[in-house]
């Protein structure tokens, strides 16, 4: 059902082209919140509103939106300004969301990408549906065994940013071979031993993921282990990528959604 609570309110501001209360509208609630009330809105009108926030938050709002608009707006819309959205959004999210837009568009939206971005999009489309590969997300905190705890704070600090979440940070060799495990909360109860290596703070022991296995069967790993997340691996054992618990979460109601429609059907 449509929240028309703020729609009358919306379109005076569009009409009126009223920028700071278009802005304000953007930061005042959460944006699942900020979503629902553009339910009511075209396409256009809500990217228009989307536009008056800032590229991170727009990109928050964004995926709040159902999937349908979602496309419309990425088929409509100015190329760069699609394409800087896409910048935004988490490389495992962006990857999904081009899986559904029709091909000539993204080969129009490819190239307005940055670099990285546009590499890491290829290589992560390149991963079969439905592995391990396909639902990860490259986004890793991940440190060198070398690092001290000072040093690993620090240079924690400088990956922040562009990490969707650091529940557990990766400790990997030279070669980016996994090597262990440090929880965040470890890492700073240690902080009283600053020079502490991570080599002998990390525990050795930790479950992972084959790059190629069935995605099914990783999320079964992360619910038996009750993992926040668990790492991604190849076939040489170099970390990849990891797949979160709330990614986990959602292939299971994928899997739970195609079991009931085979048994429908």
Not at 208 to 222: C, G, N, P, T
Not at 226 to 238: C, F, M, N, Y
């Amino acid at each position: 059902m449509i929240n028309t609570l703020l729609l009358p309110e919306l379109r005076q501001m569009l009409a009126e082209n009223d920028t700071a209360e278009l802005r304000e509208f953007c930061t005042a609630l959460h944006p699942a919140n900020t979503a629902e009330f553009m339910e009511g809105l075209s396409p256009e009108d809500s990217w228009r509103v989307l536009e008056h926030a800032e590229p991170s938050l727009r990109a928050e709002i964004f995926q709040y939106l159902d999937d349908a608009k979602q496309l419309e707006i990425i088929s409509k819309q100015d190329r760069a300004g699609i394409a800087q959205l896409l910048t935004t959004l988490a490389a495992d999210d962006r990857v999904d969301l081009l899986e559904q837009v029709d091909a000539a568009i993204v080969a129009e939206l490819l190239p307005l990408l940055p670099a990285d971005e546009r590499k890491e999009t290829l290589r992560l489309s390149a991963y079969e549906e439905g592995t391990a590969g396909a639902v990860m997300t490259t986004e890793v905190a991940r440190l060198a065994e070398s690092l001290t705890v000072e040093q690993a704070l620090r240079e924690l600090r400088s990956q922040a940013e562009h990490l969707e979440t650091i529940y557990y940070i990766f400790v990997v060799d030279d070669q980016q071979h996994l090597r262990g495990v440090v929880s965040c909360r470890k890492l700073v109860a240690s902080m009283g031993r600053p020079n502490l290596k991570l080599g002998d703070l990390m525990e050795t022991q930790l479950v992972h993921a084959q790059v190629d296995e069935d995605q099914e069967e990783v999320a079964e790993k992360v619910a038996r282990y009750d993992l926040l997340a668990i790492p991604v691996v190849d076939e040489q054992h170099r970390l990849v990528g990891i797949i979160t618990h709330d990614d986990g979460i959602d292939v299971v109601r994928e899997e739970a959604v195609e079991d009931a429609q085979r048994i429908g059907g």
